[in-house]
Nanobody, 121 residues
């Protein structure tokens, strides 16, 4: 069992930056691939980034590539999403997820409660 708690969301102006954190607890948290997803009102949940267990391989969709960076600290059992050059269309609830393997098509086995990110124009 893995418990995930996101933090770091908030209101930011377009062009600004935010860093989201996902604290994982559980005996084998570092054994999971980790991902970030987002869901805007009226839209389906969207894949944002993923990172493998070692942190050496990352995945991004074209919509955030070059602007977002996922990283992890396995000592702290924490995954981060660094978001730069934010756009109003990045506004959504951001969710952290854990799965046995990370990929661009991953689905989460465990999910956090989400954190709101709002980008004003």
């Amino acid at each position: 069992q893995v418990q995930l708690v996101e933090s770091g969301g908030g209101l930011v102006q377009a062009g600004g930056s935010l860093r989201l954190s996902c604290a994982a607890s559980g005996r084998t948290a570092s054994s999971y691939g980790m991902g970030w997803f987002r869901q805007a009102p009226g839209k389906e949940r969207e894949f944002v980034a993923a990172i493998n267990r070692s942190g050496r391989i990352t995945y991004y969709p074209d919509s955030v590539k070059g602007r977002f960076t996922i990283s992890r600290d396995n000592v702290k059992n924490t995954v981060y999403l660094h978001m730069n050059s934010l756009k109003p269309e990045d506004t959504a609830v951001y969710y952290c997820a854990a799965a046995l393997s990370a990929s661009s098509t991953m689905t989460g086995d465990y999910w956090g409660q989400g954190t709101q990110v709002t980008v004003s124009s």
